[in-house]
């Protein structure tokens, strides 16, 4: 499959570090830190900003808020890092959190530094060798870390206090709703039918897990030598204590498939053949946690809702002027097609 581990490039332009504060701090601050530092940066991802630093012969992870965020629950470094710490011991499937910073002084923004893990992330490019066959084989292992985690005692790791799960939900409509409001550039149909939908079809009753909130193929680590083994979840900036189907949702918001939307099927590999279909996903999802999924079309609307709105506010943030990475530029299609998903899966009420 020649070399798929993710690799490091050149920074960004507007997106570099402040290499003489941050070498001088982790010397100070990282147990045996020593030599000079380098800086790379993982291109991929639209949200935290992520490099790779060698230091001496340790290679590390670091991860800080996009530039020109605001919304301070969604990016705060340090709650990151203290999911991370409390579920290293409990959940393996998470890199080992190494130090935090909280200090703007250093690079303009509280971080937090990881370790860093050598593996494969499925992005949207087909790797060789990927059968349908594997890819079903991925497709199982990725809905049993996610089943794994909505199994997981909260409490245990120390996270009963990371979330307030009673009104959950609501909550999660409402606050969408508002972020979409206040990014709103261009008219989107489907995504003004969502915000009044979700309101009047709120589920009367929820169970309680720890969630991830951005559970995808392209935020799961896998092992270079068995694609069917997930050694890591990675980017738990919205990591909560709620419903387990919103988080279900939000994963099926990503789930495209072969006759979805072109721009959509960019998302990553799920329309290869292989998949199961979103249908089929949740009733796996169902036999393994004995949840009920008979209410699965509002959470896949709200899921779809969600990730038209997480694009539109790193589009509007592009608009302003905020942020020059190009690909923020494009989003407004990826929303377009969003809109019509949402108006689809409405009057078919599935998904």
């Known amino acids: 499959m020649g070399d798929p581990i993710d690799q490091a490039t050149k920074v960004r332009r507007g997106e570099e570090l402040d290499l003489g504060k941050l070498e001088a701090y982790l010397l100070e601050h990282l147990p045996k830190a020593e030599g000079r530092l380098e800086v790379l940066q993982f291109p991929r991802g639209f949200s935290n900003l992520t490099y790779l630093l060698r230091l001496g012969d340790q290679e590390l992870v670091l991860r800080r808020p996009p530039l020109g965020a605001n919304i301070k629950t969604a990016h705060d470094m340090g709650r990151e890092y203290r999911i991370l710490k409390a579920l290293k011991p409990v959940y393996p499937k998470v890199p080992q959190p190494l130090l935090f910073c909280e200090d703007p002084d250093v690079i303009g923004a509280p971080f937090y530094l990881m370790q860093r893990l050598q593996g494969v992330i499925l992005r949207n490019q087909p790797l060789e060798g990927l059968t349908p066959e594997r890819m079903r084989a991925v497709a199982q292992a990725a809905l049993e870390a996610l089943v794994e985690l909505h199994s997981l005692d909260y409490r245990q790791a120390g996270l009963a206090d990371l979330g307030k799960p009673e009104g959950y939900v609501g909550r999660q409509v409402r606050g969408w709703t508002e972020r ?41 680590m896998l092992a270079p030598h068995d694609l069917t083994q997930v050694i890591a979840v990675l980017d738990w900036e919205m990591a909560t204590l709620g419903d387990p189907l919103m988080d279900l949702g939000t994963t099926l918001g990503y789930w495209a498939e072969a006759g979805d939307p072109p721009g959509l099927k960019g998302f990553g590999l799920t329309h290869l053949p292989g998949n199961p279909t979103r249908a089929e996903l949740v009733q796996l999802y169902a036999e393994k946690t004995g949840r009920d999924v008979s209410g699965i079309a509002f959470y896949y609307v709200f899921g779809l809702f969600k990730v038209g709105v997480i694009m539109q506010q790193i589009y509007a943030r592009y608009r302003q002027g905020l942020t020059q990475d190009e690909r923020f530029g494009r989003l407004i299609h990826l929303i377009r097609e969003v809109g019509q998903m949402i108006e689809r899966a409405i009057e078919r009420g599935r998904v």
Do not use: C
């Open 180 to 220: 979409y409001q206040k990014a709103r550039t261009d008219p989107i149909p489907g995504m003004e039918q969502a915000m009044a939908w979700l309101a009047e079809h709120l589920p009367t009753s929820s169970s309680v897990a720890l969630i991830h909130n951005d559970f995808k193929y392209d935020n799961l």
